[in-house]
C-alpha cells in the first residue's frame, strides 16, 4: 500500500505476556518512529530509527520494551511481560527526512 | 518534561467562525514546527507547518504564527468547518532532529 501499515490494529492481552507490533513503513523513507498515545494523553516518543544509524531509544520506558528494524525497512516494537499501564495505542510513522511524519492508523494494545 | 504544551483540551466553535488553537514550547533549540489532524481510529496527518525563520504560514483556510520571542505559535482555521472537528497535535523539532515532541493535543468540535 501507499501508507503506513501497522498491525494489528486491536491486540488484547493477559498482563505478563509478550506482544509484538508491526509497522510496515512507506517505501522510499529512509526513518520510522514508533509513538504511542495513552488514554487522553499526547503523542509520547519511544524510538527512532534512521538509516543504518544507531537507533534512537531514548523514549523507550522501560527494559521491557524493544524494537527492532530489519532491512531498513519493517520494524517490530515488543513489549515483554505487559503491564496495564502499557495499554495504550502504538503509533508508527516513517519520513524521507527531518520533517513531515507519515504515520500509520495505530495498534491499539490493551492489557488486561 | 513536556516540552510542547496545549493547555486547552478543548475547543468548542460555531460554523464558520474562526478557530484558534494555541501552543507553548520551552525548548529555545526547536526551529520547525508542525500542526497535525487527527480522526478518531485514524493516525495523525500533516497539517501545516511552518520554519523558525518565518513567522506566519498559510494554507487556504489554515494559518500558523510563531512568536519566537515567546515561544508561542498558534493554529488559526477559518472558516471553521463541520469537518474540521479532529484532535489537533501541535509538534516541534530542533534543527537536525528528526524526533518531533507533541503536545497533548486539543479537541476541536465545529457545531452546525
Known amino acids: 500500500g501507499a501508507g503506513v501499515s501497522q498491525s494489528p490494529s486491536n491486540k488484547v492481552t493477559e498482563k505478563g505476556k509478550d506482544v509484538e507490533l508491526r509497522c510496515d513503513p512507506i517505501?522510499?523513507?529512509?526513518?520510522l518512529y514508533w509513538y504511542r498515545q495513552s488514554l487522553g494523553q499526547g503523542l509520547e516518543f519511544l524510538i527512532y530509527?534512521?538509516?543504518?544509524?544507531?537507533?534512537?531509544k531514548s523514549g523507550l520506558p522501560s527494559d521491557r520494551f524493544s524494537a527492532e528494524r530489519t532491512g531498513g525497512s519493517v520494524s517490530t516494537l515488543t513489549i515483554q511481560r505487559t503491564q496495564q499501564e502499557d495499554s495504550a495505542v502504538y503509533l508508527c510513522?516513517?519520513?524521507?527526512?527531518?520533517?513531515?511524519?507519515?504515520f500509520g492508523e495505530g495498534s491499539r494494545l490493551t492489557v488486561l | 518534561d513536556q516540552q510542547v504544551k496545549q493547555n486547552s483540551p478543548s475547543l468548542s466553535v460555531q460554523e464558520g467562525r474562526i478557530s484558534i488553537l494555541n501552543c507553548d514550547y520551552t525548548n529555545s533549540m526547536f526551529d520547525y514546527f508542525l500542526w497535525y489532524k487527527k480522526y478518531p481510529a485514524e493516525g495523525p496527518t500533516f497539517l501545516i507547518s511552518i520554519s523558525s525563520i518565518k513567522d506566519k504560514n498559510e494554507d487556504g483556510r489554515f494559518t500558523v504564527f510563531l512568536n519566537k520571542s515567546a515561544k508561542h505559535l498558534s493554529l488559526h482555521i477559518v472558516p471553521s468547518q463541520p469537518g474540521d472537528s479532529a484532535v489537533y497535535f501541535c509538534a516541534a523539532s530542533a534543527l537536525n532532529d528528526y524526533k518531533l515532541s507533541f503536545g497533548a493535543g486539543t479537541t476541536v468540535t465545529v457545531r452546525a
Open positions: 530509527f534512521q538509516g543504518n544509524s544507531a537507533p534512537d
Open positions: 517505501s522510499g523513507h529512509t526513518a
Open positions: 510513522a516513517s519520513s524521507k527526512g527531518a520533517g513531515e511524519l507519515f
